[in-house]
């Protein structure tokens, strides 16, 4: 009896501690509406546009201005390959443009050698480059959207805002990581083949593309299917890279392809960018899960909208935590292999 009286007369005292604990909490929880997300939002920014340690690789993801294009240095990339010697040349890269080729082609069965090269007059855009480049583009006003003198009030709203960047720097980054897949017909006409200087030859098609850091140039060799023949006749469908031995129609002629060559070149400034893609997403999720009330395995109070972890971590120790996960990979870019390792081991996001 005396233990339930007792019980009865500390619910005052219990409800009151409970109270201080939920101003507590909602004041830990204003600070970070007010103060961190903002913070995070400029953090981003700098990632993305305006970090001196992402400077030569944010600029080509700067939406260009008019008459300044030609600031941006051009780049000459030696293609090769380590189990073939069959097609050799020199890429020149300028932002998103392929400003110039010089392509040596070893034929097949004979000892001739083919050059291509492309037309003073032409060159040929890039547009898994241009299409991230956009998307960029978009997360930056998305954040910008939000000044300082902005006031979130939910923590949903946080979310909201860090989905729409999520999404926009996730198309960004898969347009580096995943080439488009393309029909042999429409390589045979596309804009490409128009471009070099000797016309390239009827049974020669050529590609040029972006897989992650590696510009990538595929050469295939054709020959004409005779029109009687009884060999049993499939088209090929859609691929980043067709094999000897895909078969394709135009113009009323069969063709299929006899020998493939594939040669690359990494681009340096194309890691960096796939680096500045994965710390990004990182800092968003990291600043979605400070500001989610339902974190797995979290103590205390679920039903006060308040994330109750935040009473737990201090103003000070969650801005130093940001600030050393973001130095930290700012200085592992300068070395490639950390660069590797970075990605793979820390900061992979797998969204």
């Not at 299409?131 to 300082?148: G, I, K, P, T, Y």
């Not at 972006?210 to 990538?216: A, D, G, V």
């Not at 009687?228 to 980043?240: E, M, R, W």
């Amino acid at each position: 009896m005396l233990n339930t009286q007792r019980s009865l007369s500390e619910l005052p005292k219990m409800s009151a501690a409970s109270q201080v604990e939920r101003a507590v909490l909602e004041e830990e929880f204003n600070w970070l509406l007010k103060e961190e997300v903002h913070a995070v939002l400029k953090q981003l920014q700098d990632v993305l546009k305006d970090g001196k340690s992402v400077e030569e690789a944010s600029r080509r993801f700067s939406m260009p201005t008019p008459g300044l294009e030609s600031q941006l240095k051009q780049e000459n990339f030696i293609l090769g390959s380590s189990t073939m010697d069959q097609v050799k040349g020199v890429l020149t890269l300028q932002g998103d443009a392929l400003t110039q080729t010089d392509i040596n082609l070893k034929v097949a069965k004979s000892s001739q050698v083919l050059h291509f090269q492309f037309r003073e007059d032409k060159q040929w855009k890039l547009q898994q480059i241009q299409d991230a480049r956009n998307h960029v583009n978009q997360a930056l006003q998305l954040l910008s959207s939000r000044d300082e003198s902005y006031h979130f009030k939910t923590g949903a709203e946080v979310n909201k805002l860090m989905d729409a960047v999520m999404l926009q720097l996730t198309r960004a980054r898969n347009r580096l990581t995943t080439p488009a897949s393309l029909t042999l017909p429409e390589l045979a006409t596309s804009g490409l083949m128009k471009m070099f200087t000797p016309p390239m030859p009827g049974d020669v098609m050529v590609n040029f593309y972006i897989n992650l850091s590696k510009l990538c140039l595929t050469v295939y060799q054709l020959h004409v299917l005779p029109p009687n023949t009884t060999k049993n006749f499939k088209p090929a469908g859609s691929s980043v890279l067709h094999n000897p031995g895909a078969m394709f129609e135009l113009n009323n002629n069969r063709f299929e392809v006899s020998h493939v060559h594939k040669v690359e070149c990494v681009v340096p400034w194309l890691n960096d960018t796939l680096v500045f893609f994965t710390i990004s997403l990182q800092l968003c999720q990291q600043l979605k899960d400070k500001v989610n009330p339902n974190i797995r395995n979290t103590p205390g109070p679920t039903n006060s909208g308040i994330p109750p972890h935040i009473a737990r971590v201090s103003k000070q120790k969650t801005k130093a935590e940001d600030g050393d996960i973001h130095a930290n990979a700012m200085l592992m870019l300068s070395d490639s292999e950390a660069r590797s390792n970075f990605l793979k081991k820390r900061f992979m996001c797998k969204l």
